[in-house]
């Protein structure tokens, strides 16, 4: 299905065609502006019989887009590991609301704690269910090899630092994908159940990226390398003694 977005020209059997002005991919709303109309028209593209400009319908509910973009940008991360920008990590983890997923590209050294920020380089499925971009330039839908050039070209500086290699993490990487494309994403949450270290580690969490698509019935997947290292040991802060007697300590 071609891309929904605010400025997609649809079509509508009694309104005529007009224009998306907003745009819900969770929940299949969208707001459209018709003609030489100034009030927009909320429309459900699950019953509403919407079409895009050129005839094609809009099946939303028999096939939905994807309303979070982590599944596209494993597939462009994938490509540039290929392509020598190895020391490029996807690092993505849930909302505390859990409806949603932050996503952060970093580059450089592989530290999962300490990672490299730049503007662009990260973002929320919360902001692409209402605009389905990345926020580097790219337009909605455009393919693997159209959002590379447009990453490229907003911060050639910062892909710049992502040649190298990073043999043990492009190989995690290039399996995660053969297992979860194109209707799956992975989650790298760093809770633990009881606050103490992780000596049993389970499966890395696997979320669908659209509706209508059934638990992940995979392989289980490991952890990223260098993951596990980050809970071998409890990181508590000292407790200072309490004193209730009122006289000084020697």
Known sequence: ?????????IFHRHRGYGVITAVNLLTGWIAA??????RTLDLNLSTDEVQ?????????????????PHARLMAVVRALHEAGYQKLYLYSWPK????HWRWHLFT?????????????WYGSGADYNVNPVMGWGDTPGATTEELI?????FDPQGLAQALGRDEDHTAWFAQVCDALLPGYMYSLDMQRPTGGPLTDMPPV??????????PYQGPALAWPPGWSGLWTKVHAMPTPRINLTGIPEA
Do not use: C, N, Y
């Open 149 to 153: 050039h447009a990453l490229a070209k």
């Open 52 to 68: 895009f400009a050129d005839g094609e319908a809009i099946l939303f509910r028999r096939a939905p887009p994807d309303r979070m």
């Open 96 to 99: 505390p609301s859990g409806l």
């Open 33 to 38: 502006r018709f003609g030489s109309e100034t």
């Open 108 to 120: 450089g050294q592989r530290d999962w704690m300490q990672r490299s920020w730049r503007e662009g």
């Open 1 to 9: 299905m071609k891309a929904l977005a605010p400025g997609t020209v």
């Open 205 to 214: 969490p696997v979320v669908p990226v659209r509706a209508g698509l059934g």
